[in-house]
């Protein structure tokens, strides 16, 4: 389970030109993951308004199965993640956090210790659910994290999460869905024949 982990889970890092393009690039992920059949579960700072009503009515039924959460703290997004653990239907196959390291804690007099702690947290509660999403659904829950390597939150980032299996890609290699998309296929396939 933890090789199957370690896969499930890739970082995407680097200061977008755009916030919106890196938005709509997760977004045309999330759309063509709902193929699979699965659902996705996409938290983000900011509604997704860029979509034009005959894409939105052409795809509606894939629209369906994205479920947006839209927040702004640490605490808001652990919250809903505790949450997401405890779900019994709709449960994601694919779960995205766009913008991490720019999720403000709720008290802006914390230490950046605090900080620091409280994004280690949420990091390792979405690997916990990732990991019992998968269990729940007998299969592999996977997760993209965005983070734009903004200030200081880069120097506590456990990147060894994720770069003990080379799950971390630079923006600047993203040019489209697709990039993400076939990482995702090559780690599912590692998963599935338990590849080192």
Known sequence: MEHALRRSMLVIRGQP???????DILFDAAIKYTHTGFRVLFFT????????NSIREQFSDLFKMITFIYV???DAALKRLLDLQRWTNCIPGLIIVESFDLLATSNVNDTQNKQDFQRVLFLATLADTVRMVSINQKGTCNCIVTTSNHGSTMATFPFELFYREHNVL???????SSDILSVMMENEHSIDNNLP
């Open 170 to 176: 630079d923006l600047n290699h993203v040019k489209e």
């Open 72 to 74: 702004q703290t640490i």
């Open 17 to 23: 030109e755009s916030s919106d393009q890196l938005q």
């Open 45 to 52: 700072q900011k509604p997704l308004e860029r979509v034009a």
